[in-house]
């Protein structure tokens, strides 16, 4: 396991989970934005079916990946454009650039393209960036859609906690308007009726979007009913939460 699979910064450790909604939702097409180095989009291949894997700038194993697997498309677009012009598959795992306007977009990009809404998989649905904004490239954020920012700004679980993280070009302030992943989900949701939506409360949290109509609909709200919001898991990943802080801490200053 790599220290980002270990910090719990990669889809792959909920990828049990993922592979029973997909079975649930018998999803044999994937799209996954966000694709980074390709732990999870390895792990999609191996599960079967055909992957696309969304990304801007893919690290080196993903293109890898891409030239030893025919059952791999690598669009290296981001998520706007190239949600626009794909076709919509049976589910798309969202975990790209995680901020409200790309959140937003996405989404809405999703619906409008479907012929029917997939079931969809949102990573970072949790602290930190739940109700505060990220932007891995600023500039492709409008001007009037981003949150001020501020370079020095240490992430904290709550209020006082010593071992803040610094974070790099995010919001300098917690939740409010157009502010964070969990924000953008909830707006979206709030226009529509016919929408469900569950929340796992590990690994920086784990969203499902899926619509009450589809005809698997049953059978994805049985595979994560056990997990929705599980007080027992929210403890445990904030005790996750704050040991990886802390850690991270005790690293800067022996560096």
Known sequence: MNSYEEGGFSLVNVA????SLLDAANARSVAE???????????????????????????????????QHPDLELVEETSHTALRHISIPEAVVLDGDHNYFTMEGELRIIEERAEFFPLVMVHDVGWPLARRDAYHAPERVPEDRRQPMNPDVGLAPEPGFEDARPFARTADHEGGPGNGILTAIEDFLAERDDYCFALVPLFFGFGVIWRRDAHWADVVARVIEPWDRHPVLERVEANRVRHLLARAAKARQGA
């Open 33 to 67: 934005v966000g694709a980074f180095r390709g732990e999870l989009t390895r792990r999609l291949l191996e599960h079967g079916g055909r992957v696309t894997a969304i990304d801007p700038e893919p690290a080196a194993d993903l293109l890898d990946l891409a030239d």
């Open 16 to 19: 049990e989970v993922i592979f």
